[in-house]
């Protein structure tokens, strides 16, 4: 039979991990919990707006991104978004200068993750709470079907560094004690609606004072459809000090510091605890592979903390298993 690999959740990283694999000839069975792909590529939609409440653009440097990101271009997944936008500082506003090309997902940030889905075997709603490993391959147990009936020749986890976490303790320290070493740091989405387009001249602002660290109206971006909605993205630090406010707390302060910059209090609004966003100290590696076990890591928290180089690891992490998954057919006891 075939290699048979889990590849624990449906985010960049493990999208595109996955696909590389199956085009190899892998099996490959994607588990994610949440309801559909993209992990923190999202976009909150209700009735008549939507709004991307995680990543808000990505750049493309490396040449393999590149070219990763003309395919989704040309399926109209992905295109450049050219705001105007501007920087806050304490005192005041000025220009946000420098020429990098900033790119979306279109019509909303969850496109390039459905592209790369399509045609793979994609659990939703498939929360893997342990690993264990058996003559035969390794077992996944979980939340929602207790333990899975197939075994796997490997398990290559696309997490966040901090769910990876309890997977990996029981049964490879090593890797753990890798993912220990990263920390994540919150961020507080708040999603705002407006009836009419607020007058305001700039589409979006790198604050540098305040709770608020991002600000952006959603409906600049390419291919939005719908009501207004903007997008507030509290710094690391406001966040983390208000991580258990409520969010009529949390609105209420950063509605406010969005008016002073000018903005207006919302017909609406939504708000989004991130719990693991960014990556505060990075783990150099671009991903992880242990050859005997069968389990690999890859993410971005592996490799700059951005759209781009989660998917970069999760490329690397695809070439480091198919350069040895040949000789290396059955994983071995942990
Ligand atoms: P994720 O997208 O987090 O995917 C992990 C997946 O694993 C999720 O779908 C989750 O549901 C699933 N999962 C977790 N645990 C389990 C489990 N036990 N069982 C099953 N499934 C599980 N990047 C940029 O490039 N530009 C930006 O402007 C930008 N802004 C950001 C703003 C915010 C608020 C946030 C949150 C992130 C931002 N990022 C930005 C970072 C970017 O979103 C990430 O770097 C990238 O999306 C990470 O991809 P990933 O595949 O590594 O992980």
């Given at each position: 039979?075939?290699?048979?690999?889990?590849?624990?959740?449906?985010?960049?990283?493990?999208?595109?991990?996955?696909?590389?694999?199956?085009?190899?000839?892998?099996?490959?069975?994607?588990?994610?919990?949440?309801?559909?792909?993209?992990?923190?590529?999202?976009?909150?939609?209700?009735?008549?707006?939507?709004?991307?409440?995680?990543?808000?653009?990505?750049?493309?440097?490396?040449?393999?991104?590149?070219?990763?990101?003309?395919?989704?271009?040309?399926?109209?997944?992905?295109?450049?978004?050219?705001?105007?936008?501007?920087?806050?500082?304490?005192?005041?506003?000025?220009?946000?200068?420098?020429?990098?090309?900033?790119?979306?997902?279109?019509?909303?940030?969850?496109?390039?993750?459905?592209?790369?889905?399509?045609?793979?075997?994609?659990?939703?709603?498939?929360?893997?709470?342990?690993?264990?490993?058996?003559?035969?391959g390794?077992?996944?147990?979980?939340?929602?079907?207790?333990?899975?009936?197939?075994?796997?020749d490997?398990?290559?986890?696309?997490?966040?560094?901090?769910?990876?976490?309890?997977?990996?303790?029981?049964?490879?320290?090593?890797?753990?004690?890798?993912?220990?070493?990263?920390?994540?740091?919150?961020?507080?989405?708040?999603?705002?609606?407006?009836?009419?387009?607020?007058?305001?001249?700039?589409?979006?602002?790198?604050?540098?004072?305040?709770?608020?660290?991002?600000?952006?109206?959603?409906?600049?971006?390419?291919?939005?459809?719908?009501?207004?909605?903007?997008?507030?993205?509290?710094?690391?630090?406001?966040?983390?000090?208000?991580?258990?406010?409520?969010?009529?707390?949390?609105?209420?302060?950063?509605?406010?510091?969005?008016?002073?910059?000018?903005?207006?209090?919302?017909?609406?609004?939504?708000?989004?605890?991130?719990?693991?966003?960014?990556?505060?100290?990075?783990?150099?590696?671009?991903?992880?592979?242990?050859?005997?076990?069968?389990?690999?890591?890859?993410?971005?928290?592996?490799?700059?903390?951005?759209?781009?180089?989660?998917?970069?690891?999760?490329?690397?992490?695809?070439?480091?298993?198919?350069?040895?998954?040949?000789?290396e057919l059955r994983p071995g006891?942990?």
């Amino acid at each position: 039979p075939p290699l048979h690999y889990a590849v624990v959740s449906a985010g960049i990283a493990g999208l595109c991990c996955a696909r590389a694999l199956a085009a190899a000839g892998v099996r490959v069975t994607l588990f994610d919990k949440s309801r559909g792909p993209g992990g923190r590529m999202s976009t909150r939609r209700g009735e008549g707006w939507a709004c991307d409440h995680g990543a808000q653009y990505f750049t493309a440097r490396d040449p393999a991104f590149q070219a990763e990101l003309g395919r989704w271009q040309a399926a109209g997944a992905a295109a450049r978004w050219e705001p105007r936008l501007v920087v806050f500082d304490d005192d005041q506003r000025r220009d946000s200068v420098g020429a990098e090309a900033r790119y979306v997902g279109t019509p909303r940030m969850t496109a390039p993750a459905r592209l790369l889905a399509d045609g793979l075997d994609l659990r939703v709603q498939t929360t893997v709470t342990a690993l264990q490993c058996y003559e035969h391959g390794w077992e996944l147990a979980t939340a929602e079907r207790g333990v899975l009936a197939e075994a796997f020749d490997g398990v290559l986890l696309a997490v966040p560094a901090p769910q990876a976490l309890p997977l990996l303790q029981p049964v490879l320290p090593a890797l753990a004690e890798l993912a220990g070493g990263a920390r994540m740091q919150a961020c507080w989405a708040l999603m705002l609606r407006f009836e009419t387009p607020l007058a305001l001249d700039f589409d979006a602002a790198f604050v540098n004072c305040g709770p608020l660290r991002w600000i952006a109206r959603d409906t600049s971006k390419p291919g939005r459809e719908g009501a207004e909605t903007w997008i507030l993205h509290a710094s690391a630090e406001w966040s983390e000090a208000h991580l258990e406010d409520s969010p009529d707390h949390v609105a209420a302060a950063l509605i406010a510091a969005f008016c002073e910059l000018g903005g207006g209090a919302p017909l609406a609004w939504a708000a989004h605890r991130w719990r693991y966003a960014i990556t505060a100290s990075a783990v150099d590696g671009g991903c992880a592979w242990h050859a005997g076990a069968g389990l690999g890591l890859c993410g971005d928290w592996l490799n700059g903390g951005r759209v781009e180089g989660a998917w970069l690891s999760g490329h690397a992490l695809a070439g480091r298993v198919l350069a040895n998954v040949r000789d290396e057919l059955r994983p071995g006891l942990v």
